[in-house]
Each structure stands twice: as structure tokens, then as C-alpha cells.
């Protein structure tokens, strides 16, 4: 991507030449419910971006699903899917527990479901982060 900036859109993780404002992913360019805008406004904050990075981190930055089921190792389009779903529990937003790295198809599939498919223990990952 030559020498200008790369950015990674927060929506669709692709890396993007310039400003995320360039991404062309199918979230950015969709019209969005009031209602979603409002849902997801907490995942555009510094402190989501700051606590998804440790969750990511955490889990070796690899989709937890993937490796449990299928043995694979994905490390890209890598998202943070919160267990009980943080629209139903929106106190559950910043619990380590709750959540689980995924890749963006797994994410996906699993949608608003509130029981994994497979075995999954998070690490602690202690006081490592300020929020």
C-alpha cells in the first residue's frame, strides 16, 4: 500500500489506504437504523478500541472458534463477540469473561446466539488495562 497511512476500519477490519472514511466494507456504506447507529456507538470509543485490543491479545490473536473446532489458525478480520449479547446486557460490555476473539465469519454465524459451540476459557488477563 505504498508509503501513504494504513488504517484498519473498525467495522469490517480491512486495511485501508488513507482515512477509514475510504473503506468501501458493505457496514460503512449501508444506511443504518438510528436505533443501530446508537447500539454501536460505544464500539467506535477509545476505550472499546484500547479493551478490544487487549481481548485480542489475549486470546493470541487468533480466532478462538476456529482453532477449537477446525484446528485452524485465523489472525485476520479479527473481532471481539460478546457472549451474552451486550444489546440484552449492556453491563457486560467491559467483562473480560463475556468475551471471546473471532474471526468476522464466526462472528457472524453466531450472531445475538448466548451459548458458544465450543469449549472456551478466557485467560485473566488481570489490571492490565486502564479503563
Not at 100 to 105: A, E, I
Request: aromatic share 10%.
Amino acid at each position: 500500500m505504498g508509503g501513504r497511512r494504513v488504517t484498519i476500519c473498525d467495522y469490517c477490519n480491512t486495511m485501508v489506504e488513507g482515512s477509514v472514511m475510504n473503506c468501501k466494507c458493505a457496514w460503512r456504506t449501508q444506511r443504518r437504523p438510528k436505533k443501530d447507529i446508537e447500539q454501536n456507538k460505544e464500539l467506535t470509543t477509545t476505550k472499546w478500541k484500547k479493551f478490544r485490543k487487549q481481548i485480542i491479545e489475549r486470546d493470541g490473536a487468533h480466532c478462538q472458534r476456529c482453532l477449537a473446532k477446525y484446528n485452524l489458525i485465523r489472525g485476520f478480520t479479527l473481532q471481539v463477540h460478546h457472549i451474552k449479547p451486550r444489546i440484552r446486557y449492556p453491563e457486560l460490555t467491559y467483562e473480560a469473561t463475556n468475551c471471546v476473539t473471532l474471526c468476522q465469519q464466526c462472528n457472524t454465524e453466531y450472531g445475538t446466539k448466548e451459548q458458544l459451540d465450543f469449549d472456551f476459557t478466557p485467560k485473566e488477563i488481570g489490571d492490565i488495562y486502564v479503563l
